[in-house]
């Protein structure tokens, strides 16, 4: 039997089934490799060539949360904004201290280390009565989740990033002349004369129907375009590899049976998971539904009615969702929009009786004429007058006249003097304190974009949507 095997192994069919054996195997492995190695992808951020791991996003997130008060903490768990002002905050973070680090590399700053070492031995968390304790370190880390290693990279960065941030700590000084004038700008006041002339004080009779249908047509009520959406949506636990592969799995037959013609509904029964059918709601509107975040309502505005997208990876599972129905963006019935209509031009022909008198009264009071209805009033940037009226008096120069509106009324606004304030040296001070950390915030603000420019900062939405988002 042997030599049979030996003897056909020479022949030329023998050696083209083995080439095809070989080539099915190691295609199968490279396969493998390839799909099991980007479902493993952990890449959180890229900044320039370097890479932010989820597992430093985890670090960085524990890090700050437990430097929270336990109400913060309670907070952040329960409210959606404050968890997402948290993400952007540690992001941000890893990402600056990158940016810093990549600039430092190219200025050719070295961390030592000696230098991690001895940076290590100072910190308090792991001193007992002014000494390093190894079991103090080893426990502190173990408590917050990292290694060694990570805690060593984590402390380079930070140094990395004085080294090329350092100089943008220094505040930037501030000339007497620049203080001096701020000061005046804002504890300087005005006297004014202004006159109120409402909308509502004018009265109009009732539109008819062809001066309904005119003003409709200048002013048509938008109703947005609504879509109707539908998903399946199998849960996972994304962190356990042996969780996800099976979750991976079934999503991916549920998958195949979508796409063999099988409706979404038929398909979740089969495999027993959750469909989810979504009424027809807006872009901007706000909607209570477990998975559709912020980023998969543009994805779904983006599809067209009938479409399916493909097999999604999300923090909590897999889904894929489907566009039902459209509603294009529309005009409405005009009969279904009469009242607010008839609202709308009244208050149309009010405003535009409120300008002519307004005009009447400024034409008026240029010719020297006294202002009807005046009120006197020393008026500062925030009070003593309508906010309308308050940008007026500063906007213009003493003996000004101009017309200013807001939502309701017009008024028209005489400038009489500017009232310049007495010195305060507390409050100068106070203002040379603010402009030097404004100055600094600029100077530091423009060399983080340049940064940005100089590393390109890409986050990489696949593993976020799997690892961050809801």
């Known amino acids: 039997m042997l030599e049979y095997l030996r003897n056909a192994a020479e022949k030329t069919w023998a050696?083209?089934?083995?080439?095809?054996?070989?080539?099915?195997?190691?295609?199968?492995?490279?396969?493998?490799?390839?799909?099991?190695?980007?479902?493993?992808?952990?890449?959180?951020?890229?900044?320039?060539?370097?890479?932010?791991?989820?597992q430093q996003y985890n670090n960085e997130r524990s890090r700050q949360f437990s430097t929270m008060s336990k109400e913060e903490q309670r907070a952040t768990y329960a409210d959606p904004a404050k968890s997402d002002a948290l993400i952007k905050k540690v992001i941000g973070s890893l990402t600056m201290n990158q940016l810093a680090a990549n600039r430092a590399k190219d200025m050719g700053y070295a961390v030592s280390d000696k230098r991690i070492a001895d940076e290590i031995r100072l910190y308090p968390q792991f001193q007992n009565q002014g000494k390093f304790e190894p079991w103090l370190f080893d426990m502190v880390l173990h408590n917050s989740g990292m290694s060694e290693r990570d805690f060593a990279n984590m402390l380079r960065r930070d140094i990395l990033r004085q080294m090329a941030l350092g100089s943008f700590s220094v505040s930037v000084e501030v000339p007497q002349f620049a203080v001096d004038a701020f000061y005046n700008a804002r504890h300087a006041k005005r006297d004014i004369k202004y006159s109120t002339l409402k909308f509502a004080d004018f009265k109009v009779g009732e539109p008819n129907e062809e001066q309904l249908k005119t003003y409709y047509a200048q002013n048509p009520k938008i109703i947005p375009e609504k879509r109707t959406v539908s998903y399946v949506f199998l849960a996972a636990d994304m962190n356990k590899p042996d969780e996800y592969d099976d979750g991976f799995k079934k999503a991916q037959q549920v998958e195949d049976m979508i796409i063999s013609g099988a409706s979404m509904k038929e398909a979740a029964e089969k495999f027993k998971i959750e469909y989810v059918v979504v009424p027809a709601f807006a872009r901007n509107e706000k909607i209570s539904d477990k998975i559709l975040s912020d980023g998969l309502i543009d994805k779904v505005f983006a599809m067209n009615s009938g479409m399916e997208s493909e097999l999604m990876e999300l923090k909590d599972g897999f889904a894929i969702l489907r566009v039902d129905d459209i509603k294009a963006e529309h005009n409405a019935e005009f009969e279904s929009v009469r009242k607010d209509l008839v609202a709308g031009w009244k208050k149309a022909e009010q405003r535009k009786n409120a300008y002519v008198r307004a005009n009447e009264d400024l034409i008026a009071l240029n010719k020297g004429e006294t202002l009807k209805g005046a009120k006197s009033a020393s008026v500062s940037r925030t009070e003593g007058a309508p906010i309308v009226v308050l940008n007026s008096a500063f906007a213009g120069r003493d003996g000004t006249n101009t017309i200013t509106e807001d939502s309701e009324a017009f008024y028209v606004v005489h400038i009489d003097k500017n009232i310049a304030p007495k010195s305060d040296d507390k409050k100068k001070e106070a203002i040379r304190t603010e402009l030097k950390n404004l100055s600094t915030h600029y100077v530091s603000d423009d060399y983080g974009q340049f940064l940005k420019r100089k590393y390109p900062v890409k986050i990489n939405q696949r593993v976020y949507d799997r690892f961050i988002t809801k």
């Open 15 to 54: 050696k083209i089934l083995m080439f095809i054996l070989i080539f099915s195997f190691v295609g199968w492995g490279a396969a493998e490799w390839i799909f099991t190695g980007a479902s493993r992808d952990t890449t959180l951020v890229r900044v320039g060539g370097e890479e932010i791991s989820v």
